[in-house]
């Protein structure tokens, strides 16, 4: 084990798959010599060169055009759009093109490509650099999405994206750039579609993502000093889902919280907390929750954007309303 | 059919015009499974023009309007029609239809159903070519109504940038459904637009096919030597309106009678001559061709269903 930073697993990860396979290379705009607005790709210019990790031109549409195309006669293009919130510039490349290529065409050909970017609040980015928008994504069959919330996760989801034969979406967090963990050394692939319950519990079932990951295991460990016994559930690829994991835990625990940075509206949370009730309506003690960003925009200010985003004390408070509820079981 | 060059464009146009004659009598009898189709009538010397010019190796993208260049590039007419019946055989499933016929095997990437949605694709294809130091070339055919798409420039720019073996090749048919061309932009040369970008830029009669293939043979041998795209701008025709509910009112008579006058089919013979095209010639790939047809829609009404039960099938790779 090694400890490392979020970024520097997710290089990690290009480093190795981009030794491993000619077909890999990198594109987006300030990813050569410059590093990556995030600096996850600091020093593979350096190591590759130029013409395999490739600044681009400001142009979204294209660089994810550019990633399909190449995907398409052989190659294997991790593409990076710096914001999230940029992507919709290239929402037809993605959602038109990258997911029905495979499908439209009948499976005669393969879209194997990555587009890496990174999404959410802690930097009073503003109401356009700040945003989650993976439910626009997972509305889109054809597309996987992933949202690592660990170094170790990150390491490992993205050499599977990587090797994976169609297009991902893959989301990594800015406030999390900087989180340390332990990741294994021995060179390893986190499988698609498979979440991981970080935490054991038996209350309640706490479901999440990316960087709401950390804040949810915060909450867990203060209600473990009440005697409380929270699940924590990182489901990691948001498409496709792993229900069963879901599911088990909630069979288990009769009661289920799920928590994003997403807005509360059309978000993951009421996906989940359908899918919940049409499996275990009838063995649930209490409603699904969910906590979740308001449905506001973003502002450009550090302490305003606090007030929007998810914290430990609302995860609390609606974990207790969970366990006070007095539904009737039959 | 052993034809040679000139001949077998001629009977590569002729091919593509019966085929969608053929297409829309069969849309006409409910034969067809999408509601969606658009035929190239009037416009085919573009295609095949273009496609003479290319290698085996080469890619190729389409639009909405694909019959053409899938046509030209050697697609097989039985499956394709199989696919506009919706049957299984098709070589979409029965799922693509007119509008997204597609042949990886020849190196066609797909009819694409979003204007100016493929020209990424097609800069893409030859982004990978470049890198992986292969001397394929590819073709990326739009109308002019995706000219004016915001990745229409994204992709010539970044093509010219790099210099990438990929052509642009504007089948200007001077409707954008009901759009004239001038009523779209006020820069109408592309000869003119390719100097923006720092790259050859040709304004082609797109009904002469003799003159499409030059251009096109010398576009396609400059990329392929490494030295990077061409705009070429073909201006032709569409015969009939954007679609079957289209009955094209807003194109003035006159201005209709006047270019379906110009058929690329009519200019050859009358450029290259009867002794080069005789009227025996003609007669012969006419009765080829129908039995082709007929052997295509036989073989689409012979084949079963795409069933529901598939679905669910290639939604992953």
Known sequence: MSVMMYRDALRRALYEEMKADPRVFVLGEDVGAYGGAYAVTKGLAAEFGTERVRDTPMSEAMIVGAAVGAAMVGGRPVAEIMYVDFITLAMDQIVNQAAKIHYMFGGQIKVPCVIRTQQGTGRGAGAQHSQSLESWFIHTPGLKVVAPATPADAYGLLRASIQDDNPVIFLEHKGLYAVKDEVPDEPYVTPIGVADVKREGSDVTLITYSRMLHVALDAAKQLAEQNISVEVIDLRSLLPLDMDTVLRSVAKTRRAVVLHEAVLTGGLGGELSARINEALFSELLAPVQRVTAPDVPLPANVTLEKYLVPNAEQVKKAIEKTLESKQKVH | ?317
């Not at chain 2, 499974?33 to 085919?44: D, F, L, R, Y």
């Not at chain 2, 039995?291 to 039960?309: I, R, T």
Request: hydrophobic share 40%; with cysteine.
């Open chain 2, 1 to 317: 059919m052993e034809l040679d060059l000139t001949k077998s464009l001629y009977h590569s146009m002729l091919l593509i015009r019966r085929s969608e004659e053929r297409i829309l009598e069969e849309m006409m009898k409910g034969n067809l499974a999408s509601t969606m189709c658009h035929v190239s009538i009037g416009q085919e010397a573009v295609a095949a023009g273009v496609c003479s010019a290319m290698q085996p190796q080469d890619y190729l993208t389409s639009t909405h309007r694909g019959h053409g260049h899938f046509i030209a590039r050697g697609g097989g007419l039985s499956r394709m029609m199989a696919e506009l019946f919706g049957k299984e055989t098709g070589y979409c499933k029965g799922r693509g239809g007119s509008m997204h016929i597609t042949d990886v095997s020849i190196g066609h990437l797909g009819a694409n159903g979003i204007v100016g949605g493929h020209l990424g694709i097609a800069t893409g294809a030859a982004l990978w070519t470049s890198l992986n130091k292969s001397d394929a070339v590819t073709v990326c055919f739009f109308g002019e109504g995706a000219v004016n798409e915001g990745i229409t420039h994204e992709s010539i720019n970044m093509a010219a940038l790099w210099k990438l073996p990929v052509i642009f090749v504007v089948e200007n048919n001077h409707y954008a459904m009901s759009l004239a061309w001038e009523r779209s932009t006020p820069q109408l040369s592309f000869t003119e637009r390719a100097r923006a970008y720092g790259i050859p830029g040709v304004d082609v009669d797109g009904q002469d096919v003799l003159a499409v293939r030059e251009v096109a043979l010398e576009a396609i041998e400059r990329a392929r030597r490494g030295e990077g795209p061409t705009l070429i701008g073909a201006h032709t025709y569409r015969f009939l309106g954007h679609s079957r509910a289209d009955p094209s009112k807003y194109r003035p008579a006159e201005e209709e009678e006047r270019e379906r006058a110009r058929d690329p089919l009519t200019i050859m013979r009358a450029k290259v001559g009867a002794e080069m095209i005789s009227d025996q010639d003609v007669e012969a790939y006419e009765q080829q061709v129908k039995e082709v047809l007929d052997a295509a829609v036989k073989f689409a009404e012979d084949s079963p269903l795409a069933q529901p039960s598939t679905l669910f099938e290639d939604i992953y790779a």
